[in-house]
């Protein structure tokens, strides 16, 4: 993709139109971009872009407008990284430089407001479709209780929101995890060795970005490979020259019954159980718990997870405290793939009257 509209002097050039408001999902893989007209209502514009197509975000805010043919009056980002209180961000999982929001806004003309990246999922969960959900596990929705969305994508990451709608994010996707077998010792050691510190976290071992590529070459140095069928391993090369990881090819190969991609789901679906398992005993998220992400909303693959691996049993933990809890929360997957994009737009329109 080209990028011909960088210069101040070119952007502010284009007409300014106040009554079109932007949400943008940005993370390391791809932008969500999603633009109503808030005096009509109507969408104006919707696309999506490859993060690694364009060297910075000013280099894409350019792409965008000069794909609109104006700017916006407002534009809310949620940003994949950690946001700073004057609103700038660094982006994880990408080489793009600190995002500096007031030379931002400077060079540009346009309002804009970041937020982190689960603010906008969740934002998104408080006005999602019942029809873009599908329950995984049974349980109780209280209304009123907070809900839990966790996403698994090129990262991990998690936020909460409030029956108020205040969207409360979080980072625990680098929150660290306890082997549950022998062959996650086993793994969490590779790790550790693949990386030089005592400390890996979830991100780190189940991500699409580094843990299925670490689980996929574990399993081949761990003697697993012989399980490896050669349609599976020639699928997830194709993924891989393709630039989508190895994800897709281990998930497709475990539902269609691989058992080298069986086994690293089992390990995947573990992992992501405890760590399910401690952000419920944390939040407490008694309006339920969504998963969302690329990995997540995966044709076929929350249900393999729950159905196939030890998810269950890992989430509930027999023995533990608060099992009666746990076992009351419902769990989902949405559905909807631009439920992050949809709650960033909600955020730029609940916004627009305050400036």
Not at 2 to 31: C, E, M, R, Y
Not at 79 to 98: E, H, L
Not at 230 to 237: F, K, L, S, V
Not at 269 to 296: D, E, K, Y
């Given at each position: 993709?080209?990028?011909?509209?960088?210069?101040?002097?070119?952007?502010?050039?284009?007409?300014?139109?106040?009554?079109?408001?932007?949400?943008?999902?940005?993370?390391?893989?791809?932008?969500?971009?999603?633009f109503t007209d808030v005096s009509?209502?109507?969408?104006?514009?919707?696309?999506?872009?490859?993060?690694?197509?364009?060297?910075?975000?000013?280099?894409?805010?350019?792409?965008?407008?000069?794909?609109?043919?104006?700017?916006?009056?407002?534009?809310?980002m949620a940003?994949?990284?950690?946001?700073?209180?004057?609103?700038?961000?660094?982006?994880?999982?990408?080489?793009?430089?600190?995002i500096d929001v007031r030379k931002t806004i400077a060079r540009t003309g346009i309002r804009i407001e970041t937020v982190n990246d689960m603010v906008g999922t969740v934002s998104g969960l408080g006005v999602l479709n019942l029809s873009k959900q599908t329950m995984l596990k049974r349980g109780s929705v209280d209304p009123d209780g907070p809900k839990l969305g966790i996403t698994v994508s090129t990262g991990v990451g998690d936020g909460i929101i409030l029956s108020n709608g205040t969207s409360i994010p979080g980072e625990a996707g680098h929150a660290t995890w306890q082997p549950q077998s022998p062959l996650e010792f086993r793994y969490l050691q590779w790790l550790q060795n693949k990386y030089d510190t005592s400390t890996i976290t979830v991100e780190l071992a189940i991500s699409g970005d580094h843990g299925f590529p670490s689980l996929y070459q574990f399993l081949i140095e761990d003697g697993w490979g012989s399980e490896l069928l050669?349609?599976?391993?020639?699928?997830?090369?194709n993924y891989v020259r393709a630039g989508e990881g190895y994800g897709p090819g281990i998930t497709e190969g475990a539902i269609a019954g691989d058992k080298f991609s069986m086994k690293a789901m089992e390990i995947?679906?573990?992992?992501?159980?405890?760590?399910?398992?401690?952000?419920?005993?944390?939040?407490?998220?008694?309006?339920?718990?969504?998963?969302?992400?690329?990995?997540?909303?995966?044709?076929g693959v929350t249900q393999y997870v729950i159905r196939h691996t030890p998810f269950l049993e890992t989430f509930l933990a027999e023995g533990a405290k608060h099992i009666d809890l746990l076992r009351r929360i419902p769990i989902f997957t949405v559905t909807d793939k631009s439920v992050a994009v949809k709650g960033t737009l909600e955020l730029a329109k609940a916004t627009q009257g305050n400036n």
């Open positions: 993709m080209s990028h011909t509209v960088t210069a101040q002097s070119v952007i502010l050039t284009f007409p300014l139109k106040g009554n079109v408001v932007g949400g943008l999902d940005v993370g390391g893989t791809k932008v969500d971009v999603l009509t209502g109507r969408i104006v514009f919707r696309a999506r872009y490859r993060s690694s197509d364009f060297v910075s975000l000013d280099a894409l805010l350019d792409q965008i407008i000069s794909d609109l043919g104006y700017r916006p009056g407002r534009i809310v940003i994949a990284g950690p946001r700073q209180s004057n609103g700038d961000v660094q982006m994880t999982n990408t080489d793009w430089p600190i050669t349609e599976t391993r020639n699928n997830i090369a995947f679906g573990s992992i992501l159980g405890q760590h399910t398992r401690n952000r419920a005993v944390s939040t407490l998220p008694t309006g339920g718990i969504f998963f969302v992400g690329s990995v997540m909303q995966a044709p």
